[in-house]
Structure formats: structure tokens, C-alpha cells
Nanobody, 130 residues
Framework: QVQLVESGGGLVQPGGSLRLSCVAS????????VGWFRRAPGKEREGVAC????????HYRDSVKGRFPISRENAKKTVYLQMNNLTPEDTADYYC???????????????????????WGQGTQVTVSS
């Protein structure tokens, strides 16, 4: 069974940090570009960061550059999003995704990542509040 499972979300004060993890099963994650996305209440889904399959390229949306490094451990089939210096504007549900593994109708094209993302995890909630 193809699965992406996120974890690591929670409630944190402004300026704090969280590390999100995305663990894959049922397919070879090491051959896929992986992206992190978020959807804040009442807003559209947006790409946060992505990393190439061989870990040589990463791309970030401007608002998280320098704060949210993305990394991967292919041996553990895991991709991480380290979130530092969090602000209330980072509050959202966070999802990891890969190009579609199997049929999907939920695509997100992100040209800067050279990928159309189509397989999604269930998400993890991040709330930044004092």
C-alpha cells in the first residue's frame, strides 16, 4: 500500500521550532522528488519546499527561505522539514507529497521543483501562537 505519513506538528510559540517528518511506504521514495505543502485556514494550498530525489537540489518559497531547511534520508525513506523562527503566519496544515504513485485527481504543478505532485499524505497541523 502506497502511503505518505507526516508527523511532528503541534502548538509552538512564535520564534520556536518544529521538525516535520514524512515517511513513505509501498514505493521507492529515493527515486522521487518530495515536496512539503501547507494550507492555512481559508487560504489556498501552497508549496513550501521541495527536494530532488538525489538530494542535490532544493527549492523554497520566499517566505521560508533560510528558516525551513528540507532534507532527506533515503535509507529511512524519510524527508524532513525543519521549521525555525516560526511566526503565526506559518500556522497551517502541512502535507508532504510526491509525483503521483498510481491514479490521482489531485495534482499540484510546481515547475521550480520540476514535478507535478499527485500523491499526498494526510497532513499534520502546525499552530504558532503565544
Amino acid at each position: 500500500q502506497v502511503q505518505l505519513v507526516e508527523s511532528g506538528g503541534g502548538l509552538v510559540q512564535p520564534g520556536g521550532s518544529l521538525r516535520l517528518s514524512c515517511v513513505a511506504s509501498g514505493f521507492p521514495l529515493d527515486t522521487y522528488t518530495v515536496g512539503w505543502f501547507r494550507r492555512a485556514p481559508g487560504k489556498e494550498r501552497e508549496g513550501v519546499a521541495c527536494i530532488s530525489s538525489n538530494d542535490d537540489k532544493a527549492h523554497y518559497r520566499d517566505s521560508v527561505k533560510g528558516r525551513f531547511p528540507i532534507s532527506r534520508e533515503n535509507a529511512k525513506k524519510t524527508v524532513y522539514l525543519q521549521m525555525n523562527n516560526l511566526t503565526p503566519e506559518d500556522t497551517a496544515d502541512y502535507y508532504c507529497a510526491t509525483p503521483a504513485v498510481g491514479p490521482t485527481r489531485d495534482y499540484y504543478a510546481w515547475p521550480q521543483c520540476s514535478a507535478n505532485f499527485g500523491s499526498w499524505g494526510q497532513g499534520t497541523q502546525v499552530t504558532v501562537s503565544s
